[in-house]
């Protein structure tokens, strides 16, 4: 213990005000800019704080506990407890040197990454890694390298879960964060290792696979060096059809983009540099072939992205906006896909949203890479690459039809030669395209769910842009000079998207209008002068009018965002003109009919307020220059201007009255330049800075008519306010509350910021109404007035008010206010009025510097003893005891004396008091700041002591007075008690921070040994060490402490005795007092160095929210003067949090909390939750708080204690702080509120001992209760693995040596570590102890006969949960469960099932385990298991493996050579290096000898034939299910496993019996016989769960046992499968099939006798028989074989596709789903790559190399032959068709709905892209089947199906074919319907895909569309004239024009 004391700080010397300490360490660059901030940090507080020797000595304790307690495997106590002290001494932003940080850094990977460590700790211990590695500038791949491999085979096998396999981790999420924050470290030299893992993985018909693969490329792939792998994702991604994987792949190539605009990062020599120090050597490294020494980047075509792969990421990113069009149904469909996928995949991380990724990767990919356009003042600027306007064939001299000029091609070949991009930039120009393809999508009218993701997407975009922009500014940018964005390029992104964001900005979705506020807040600090003109012009005449509400809010708000175009002349000189102008048409927005209204323009005021001052200029005699004024914001030269006057009869601006100014605007005249857009020429015409001033100062004698109008508004606000509701509640609710806080808040700012004369104006204004009117609904609003202006000018404020005030209180309290005796809430009298306003002013007047209340002490002090004296009432005590309160607070508390937008000696001095408009918005950096504090002094600390000695002492004593033995305790005693202890409250409140009370030597060992961390060394105990906050009274000697430490006794103890005293009286009318007595509690006990303003948590909201709505961009480091003293708070707050964040627990706060337990189980529950609230928040605070109050609660549960006393029990129970620790150990940290694991089990046999036995009471409301707390409990309980404690982790003791190398040599302590990890050890042996008590406990409960059912499940649960890993089983938890599965309860039975399981998988993964890690990570090492490598595949390999599934197995070599291959895992794009096999079993298997006698009572049980009988009654229960149940099927599974008597493994016994002997087969045989035999349906649903967890259990039996029963299954089969199938059962007996054929090779015996059996059916089954279940049986069937044996099902698939193609016209529609169903589906089976060779090396360099390439197969699938000559029959059975109703009978009608459904599923599935080659060639006959009317089902499906292909991406080769298959069906189709039908097409497929379209197809498709124009059938006229306004609307405006000009001539020449 006397190393604790080594760390406290010393009282340092203070030599001046923010002054640290020299740093004399050596120290890195980044070490010195953390000094640096650090210092600036330190500067700005008024006290001096600890050197950085004394912090990194106490950084080295804490990291030697680290390192002791990882090397003594003290994983839950000392781990969690010393990282939270790290936390803590992080926050206090001290430097941490590099090497330490690298050593901390390892130690907490290594923690994370050891397998089977408790969840809690790797919490806790990845954010601290994610912490330490969070800044680029701190830590980089050349300081430190991390192994991948450990994250990767945590998170592979965790990820998805085996069949019996039910309980839910967070690992899975645990360790994808882990390699998220670590994947900066990872070496580039792992990449080629990294594919060799990932890529063979990927099974192509599978959607889980391939997400859970690209999530581990995305993830663990190094960002450096892509050139290896982004080819081979880009070629995956085009072949795959999934909106998550888009997503993902989005957020990834994101990071890419942003990355790599510096060259450098992938230099290929950059790898050779990078140490091999993580641990082991990469396993793969192939040939490099990109090393070069003239390196100059990724750079391609559009940043790091080739044309092809830029066009389609764009239509990706359309896609994603998911915007619908009046088709309905060419939305992408990726969703649709994605609902292939398993939960399991949701329980990785959610990647960044796809909006955010795709305008980074569009911003990271601008550059310079183009060719100009013309600048373009457009809104929507012109799409570039057209050279020249004139688009249309000029007219010759000769006539021409009309017809020529349509018909005429709209542009020559030889124009598209030259390429412009807007900006010169292609990026650029990409999403000028996609805005205005897009910008009828952001008018209000024609707003959607689509609207909020353009409207985000709009913000990202300019956000990204700003912040790469300045990031580009910046010294030490490695951007490339020639390919950094220019100020072209930012003009016309603004011009691009200023139209949009105005549409937009009227919505009337809170959501979108927020996204372009932020977008507009960016835009303007971009380019300003193209902003504000368009939103100044709108806002004068929505201000002026505010008839629609709307529209006015949508302009305030659009003001608010651009609000710093004005306010900064830093960012825009010319907008400062406009704020006064403003500022009076806002004036009207406060109104409080309309709270939303006067919240926005408070809120728009108050952005304003904060960076202006108030102040006219115009009294300084500037000239202003100009006979006729200066230009109009808005005109161009020479055109009119515009003043400010005033209007007819305005009095002097000093008047004091509220009249607005009137402002006349401008005429404006649109000249030659006007573009087109809202403002002419662009932009406000720029006059010169001194103009600009000139027009400033005019406009800033105006603000005098503001100020007042404003005040005046305000009053007028508050006398409108409602009246009180009811007692205790605000004026009016919480949204008048909301109305008057915003108000106040702004006020503050004005009052801050006028000067001296407009103050006094203000002041006189205010004091002027104050002292006349009294308002009862308007107390908090003339408070918070009176605050504002004590803000201000304190001095000013209390000469004006304290007076007044001060005699009116003397007056009505001798008057008789306040004189009614209450101690509740109720209505304030009408006599009382007076008082509570003045109390209120006088309240609000010292808001701040205590130094100008001490000319008025003695009337204070007057005025407060006649307060404590007369204030009988609720209202009038607490009234006055707050202002007790803020006097005490306002003189001993340390806080800025004001917030000014510039430094008070710039505020002061004389050339700011004449120009001040010129720093208008000014922004500093960090230590350009200074900061007035108030500090207290000896006087006011003399004024205190007054106050306590004339105030609060006598109070106290009078309060002592009152609980004398002879005193009557009556409604007075009652009233004088809770009123005098009010006073006395809030007295101690207010002088929180004066000094902090502190524990003795011995009361802090005594603490420490008594925790809620039990059995933990004394040095494990983290503490926290004091550092300074400047307490006044800090020093022991002073008296003035020891007489407040002395009231403060007196104090507790009058707690203390008044508890007691008020428990015994036990009266309801008591209740009031018993309420203060708490709330007095809390005072003593939180309240203790540290003042409750001061909370850290709502600072740091408050800070993190200011600095969100002050950030401009993003990096940015200059800030207004506001933010930087709130973060001087702040940090203040943070030491004072460190300093009090841990409480020390002596005697005395030991008998506060007994009071505090008693009172939380009171009678009466106003009373109880209240207490219950308490306790939980002191125990956060207190350690062992916990371990004293469950105690107590476990004696209130006994039986016989009153309802409500068991009730206040079992509440408090029910809260976490306590509840989990009773059921867990978990524990909150005192250092930082984290969660710590501390397996007391203990605690848990209390807990079931006594929350148990609360079964006697059954009144609802308790069972209802503790319902709640067992439902948490069970939720809570986090299921350990002891195994980690036996691992040894070589890398995590390396860790930890490297950690103990840091520190000085006195700090390695070995001996202590040696002892912790025996005592470690000890702790564990206790907990497992515990667990046996706890079962053995909940066993008893469990076997009793009066036992209610609800505990039984409650106890079953709670067994179940208790079942672990590494934990042997006993005999007596098996004899309990097995009767339990044939219980009458359904849950009962469901809870016992999934024990019974969960301890077999336990048990056989003990078995087979030989290591501590199989264990924690739940491997099953099965001995059949062998790996064998693959040699050199090659092009057949996959084909003979694929092929080898159809021939029968010789089970005599499969018993020698492993064979069999249950589960896929790779070549279905590549082989790995070795795949799993396993041996054919020859003998059973052998369980762990401690289990034998759990098998031995599995026995027991199973072996009777009744038990089968009554579990046949509950599996063929009536539930109508219509598949089997999996938990069901595993049990059944679960018995069926092999087992042998315990030997050597070498010699297993020759014994085919399963978990129980062959004898259960006896007595299970005649009820599976039975089950089978009826044909019911939930009987069939029985015999199918029964068969198949037989069949799935026998894998390991010998080959004997496994014929004999194959011996059986056989001629039951047809049977089974066909005489006793109807429809009810078929889903039952197809999800029968799907189980036993899942995951399981197809050559096993009974795999390969149902899918033989299965094969001769399908051959032999006539399809179009009478009744077509028979067909429907053996197709459903089929589909669930394929589905389950996957992409090996491949070899069975010709006969089958043979057999359905020649049934696509069945004469059953049935037959038809489901042959359509088959074809989809076995089209995505025999989908298969083709690269060369099928290994990962050749796929990676294929892809690199052969971009023209199909490797992927998206243009090569199986059946396009066959379809190929389908085609020709569809023209011949179209002229068969039958007439009129019968057509649909017809060949043709049947066969085209089987293709048709077949095509729309596979547009719908993975590989949704390929199917584009089915569909091209057969658009002509679509549009065919489209226009039929004789079967309106097929033409539907017809048009159907090629719309929704509009929305897959198509392979681009295919682009021009899909389009020519248009075209000429528009061309040489002779019926009109056919044209009609395809017009609207080429309009879908156009907006759908327009960035993979050539500018040349465009040309054509208008073309096309313009030829129809001629049409002769007005339909097709009117069909193309809507189609091409359709393709206008969101194509080149350039287009527009062109066609304007053809349609003018065409229109002359007729």
Known sequence: MENKHKLIPSNLARSRPGYLPPFTSSTTKDEERSIRKLKHVAASLPYKIESEEEMQRRLNVISARLAQAVESRDYDYGLLQWDSMLASWMELKYPLPRKKRIALAKLFYQICVVPGMPHDTVSACMDTFSMLTRSKKKLGIQDLRLPWRPVYDILSRDLFFKRRQFEFTQTAYNMAYVAESARKFFSPACIDEMLQEFIPHIIGNNLDRILANQYYLVTFLPLSHPQRYLPTMMRLWGAVNSYAYDERMLSFISKLSEMHVDPTISDPKVVEQIPMDWGEAPRVQWPKQDLSDDWKGLYKDVGIFAEDEWSFIMCKCLA????????????????????????????????????????????????????????????????????????????????????????????????????????????????????????????PTNSGNWTGDLTAFVKYIVFEFNKRWHEELQPDSKVPKARRLTPLMRRELVRCLRTVCLLSIFSSDSTTTGNVQSALKSMISMEPDLILPSILERAVEALETLTETQRTLAIIKGLSAVCTG??????????????????????????????????????????????????????????????????????????????????????????????????????????????????????????????????????????????????????????????????????????????????????????????????????????????????????????????????????????????????????????GASSQRTTSSSEALPSDATLHWNLAILRGAMYKDGRELLPYKQELKETLMLLVDKTLSKRGYQWGSRLLYSVLLACTNTYPLEDRFVNPDEWNGTAFLHSHHKKWGKLYRMGETFISWHVPSQPELDFVMELFDDVVSPTLGKLEDLLADNVTRDLAWRSDFCRLLSYVQEAFSGIAGLMKEDAT?????????????????????????????????????????????????????????????????????????????????????????????????????????????????????????????????????????????????????????????????????????????LLSRISEVYDGVRRRVLPKVYEALAPGTDDDRLKGALYLLHYSNFGKYAVTGITTCIHCFQ???????????????????????????????????????????????????????????????????????????????????????????????????????????????????????????????????????????????????????????????????????????????????????????????????????????????????????????????????????????????????????????????????????????????????????????????????????????????????????????????????????????????????????????????????????????????????????????????????????????????????????????????????????????????????????????????????????????????????????????????????????????????????????VVVRECQTLSENDIMSIRNFPLSGRFQELLPRFAQWRTERLPGARAIHSTYDRAATTVLKWLFMALHDIQATSTYDYIVPFVPELLHMSELNDNVDLASRAGYLLTRTCGVSPPRELIPQFLEAIFTSIKESPSWRIRLKALPLLQVFYFRQMSLISEVRVIQILEVICTCLDDENIVVREMAATTLSGILRCSPRQSVITLKELSHRATHSS
């Open 320 to 443: 994603s906006m998911q915007i619908p069009l009046a088709d309905a149904g060419s939305l992408t469909t990726g969703p649709s896909t994605d609902g292939q996928a398993g939960y399991e995949i949701g329980r990785l991380p959610r990647c960044t949203w796809r909006i955010a990724s795709l305008a980074r990767i569009i911003v990271y990919s601008m550059t310079p890479d183009g060719v100009p356009a013309p600048a373009s003042g457009a809104a929507t600027p012109f799409t570039p690459g057209i050279g020249s306007p004139l688009m249309t064939p000029l007219l010759g001299s000769s006539p021409a039809s009309i017809s020529d000029y349509f018909s005429a091609p709209l542009m020559s070949k030889t124009r598209l030669k030259e390429r412009k991009y807007l900006g010169g930039s292609k990026a650029l120009d990409s999403l000028s395209k996609l805005i205005m393809s897009c910008e009828s999508f952001f008018h």
């Open 566 to 815: 004005m306010t900064s002349r830093d960012m825009y000189y010319p907008g400062a003109k406009h704020i006064s102008p403003v500022l009076e048409l806002l004036i009207p927005g406060i109104d409080l009919n309309d709270p939303t209204k006067t919240i926005c323009t408070s809120s728009l005021i108050k952005d304003v307020a904060q960076f202006i001052k108030f102040g006219d200029l115009t009294e300084f005699n500037f000239a202003v220059s100009g006979a006729n004024g200066f230009a109009s914001p808005l005109q161009a030269a020479g055109t009119p201007s515009y003043h400010l006057n005033s209007a007819p009869g305005t009095p002097s601006r000093m008047s004091g009255t509220s009249t607005p100014t009137r402002i006349v605007l401008p005429v404006i005249n649109i000249g030659y330049g006007f573009t087109g857009d809202e403002t002419p020429n662009d932009s406000e015409p720029r006059l010169s800075d001194h103009e600009e001033d000139a027009l400033v100062k005019e406009s800033t004698s105006t603000f005098s008519n503001f100020v007042t109008s404003w005040f005046h508004r305000v009053i007028k606000l508050m006398e409108s306010l409602p009246e009180e509701g009811q007692p205790g509640t605000r004026a009016g609710g919480e949204e008048e509350a909301g109305v008057i806080d915003n108000i106040g808040s702004t006020s503050m700012l004005i009052c801050q910021h006028l000067s001296d004369q407009l103050f006094d104006l203000v002041l006189n204004q205010l004091h002027e109404y104050a002292t006349t009117c009294v308002r009862p609904n308007a107390l908090r609003a003339i408070h918070q007035l009176a605050e504002c202006l004590a803000n201000a000018n304190p001095k000013k404020t209390l000469e004006r008010f304290m007076p007044h005030c001060l005699q009116h209180i003397k007056t009505e309290l001798e008057h």
């Open 1001 to 1173: 030597k011995e009361e802090k060992e005594l603490y420490y040994a008594n925790t809620d961390l039990p059995e933990s060394l004394p040095e494990m105990v983290a503490w926290t060490a004091q550092i300074e906050v400047n307490y006044p009274l800090r020093d022991e000697k002073d008296l003035r402490r020891q007489k407040l430490l002395e009231h403060r006794r007196r104090f507790r103890e009058f707690l203390l005795k008044s508890s007691q005293v008020l428990r015994q009286q036990g009266e309801e009318n008591t209740v009031d007092a018993i309420h203060m007595v708490i709330s007095s509690f809390r005072t003593y006990l939180l309240e203790n160095g540290a003042p409750d303003i001061e909370d850290w948590g709502s600072l740091r909201n408050r800070y993190s929210n200011e600095k969100n709505v002050a950030r401009n961009y993003a990096g940015q480091q200059e800030w207004p003067r506001s933010l930087w003293i709130l973060h001087a708070r702040f940090y203040q707050a943070t030491r004072m949090r460190a300093n009090n964040i841990e409480r020390i627990r002596t005697k005395v706060e030991d008998s506060i909390i007994d009071e505090l337990i008693e009172w939380s189980m009171y009678i009466y529950a106003t009373v109880r939750i209240p207490a219950q609230n």
């Open 1235 to 1737: 969660l710590i694991q501390a397996p007391d089990l203990r605690q848990f046999s209390l807990f079931i001992k006594h929350v148990f036995a609360c079964q006697h009471n059954e009144k609802p409301s308790i069972q209802n209760i503790i319902s709640a707390i067992f439902d948490s409990a069970l939720n809570n309980f986090i299921e350990r693995c002891h195994s980690i404690y036996r691992t040894h982790s070589q890398p995590l003791i390396d860790a930890a040596e490297e950690i103990l190398n840091t520190v000085p040599e006195p700090l390695r302590d070995r001996d202590f570590i040696k002892r912790n990890f025996e005592h470690c050890r000890n702790r564990e042996n206790t907990f497992l102890q515990s667990l046996q008590q706890a079962s053995e406990a909940l066993l008893a409960i469990g076997n009793s006969t009066s036992t209610h059912w609800r505990y039984h499940i409650v106890a079953l649960r709670i067994i179940r949960t208790l079942i672990q890993k590494d934990v042997t089983n006993t005999t007596a938890e098996m004899k309990y469960l097995i009767p339990k599965v044939t219980d009458d309860h359904p849950s009962i039975r469901y809870y016992s099932q999934r024990a019974i399981m969960k301890m077999t998988r336990y048990i056989k993964i003990r078995t087979f385990t030989q290591r501590e890690e199989d264990i924690s990570l739940q491997i099953n090492r099965s001995p059949l298991r062998r790996m064998v490598p693959i040699h050199q595949p090659s092009e057949h390999t996959t084909d003979k493996y694929l092929a080898d599934f159809m021939q029968p197995l010789d089970w005599v070599l499969a018993q020698d050579q492993p064979l069999l291959q249950d589960k896929m895992s790779s070549g279905w794009l590549a082989w790995e290096e070795q795949v799993s096999l396993r041996l054919a079993p020859s003998s059973s298997i052998e369980w762990e000898p401690a289990s034998q006698a759990v098998f031995d009572e599995f026995r027991l049980s199973c072996l009777k034939p009744e038990f089968w009988e009554a579990l046949k009654v509950h599996y063929a229960e009536e539930n109508q299910s219509s598949s089997v149940n999996w938990d069901n099927v595993s049990f059944v599974k679960t018995i069926c496993e092999p087992v042998s008597i315990h030997g050597d493994y070498k010699k297993l016994t020759l014994l085919p019996v399963q978990v129980l002997g062959n004898s259960p087969w006896e007595a299970f045989l005649p009820t599976l016989e039975k089950l089978l035999a009826d044909k019911e349906q939930n009987k069939q649903r029985a015999a199918a769960e029964l068969l198949a967890g037989v069949i799935a259990g026998s894998k390991n039996w010998d080959f004997p046992a496994q014929n004999k029963l194959k011996e059986w299954l056989s001629p039951q089969l047809p049977t089974i499968l066909g005489q006793n199938l109807k429809t009810d059962t078929l889903g039952i007996w197809t999800s029968f099939i799907e189980y036993t054929l899942g995951n399981r090779d197809p050559r096993r015996i009974f795999p390969q006798l149902i899918i033989e059996f299965l094969m001769r059916e399908n051959q032999t089954m006539e399809y179009n028989q009478e009744l077509s279940f028979d067909a429907i049986r053996i197709c459903c069937f089929t589909q669930s074989m394929a589905e389950a044996l996957g992409w090996r099902f491949r070899p069975w698939i010709g006969p089958i596709v043979d057999r359905h193609w020649q049934e696509l016209a069945s004469d059953h529609d049935e037959v038809r789903a489901y042959i359509a169903d088959a074809l989809q589906l076995f089209d995505k089976i025999m989908w298969r790559p083709k690269p060369s060779v099928p290994t990962v090396e």
